[in-house]
């Protein structure tokens, strides 16, 4: 059973870089980035195919944040570059299996499309 673990967590100033990872035990999956504020929704962030093929972002991180994996590792990466206020959150990362050729290319974006979710790793970004 995957249970993904979130790690790179921590406060940063207005403008600054995190660099996110989270790592998955005993296989690669596809993985999505989820963000939580507190009294707000789950907010997708980023969402990797599991060949890291493909890649999908949210439009309010866009052309900032980067997602990455490394297979040999069974790890991805969510580098976060020129980070705002707005980015504080609980950061999740969630994890399913791709069981054809044609799953594994695809990103997913809900989140109810994953099975397993790491405990969250707290993001704060100062002005």
């Known amino acids: 059973q995957a249970q993904p673990v979130e790690s790179g967590g921590g406060s940063v100033q207005a403008g600054g870089s995190l660099r996110l990872s989270c790592a998955a035990s005993g296989r690669s999956y596809s993985t999505g980035w989820f963000r939580q504020a507190p009294v707000r929704e789950r907010q997708f962030v980023a969402a990797i195919s599991l060949i890291g093929t493909n890649r999908f972002y949210a439009e309010s991180t866009k052309g900032r944040f980067t997602i990455s994996r490394d297979n040999a590792k069974n790890t991805v990466h969510l580098q976060m570059n020129s980070v705002q206020p707005e980015d504080t959150a609980v950061y999740y990362c969630?994890?399913?299996?791709?069981?054809?050729?044609?799953?594994?290319?695809?990103?997913?974006?809900?989140?109810?499309?994953?099975?397993?979710w790491g405990p969250g790793t707290q993001v704060t970004v100062s002005s």
């Open positions: 969630a994890v399913r299996t791709a069981t054809s050729a044609v799953a594994s290319t695809r990103v997913y974006i809900r989140p109810d499309d994953y099975t397993y």
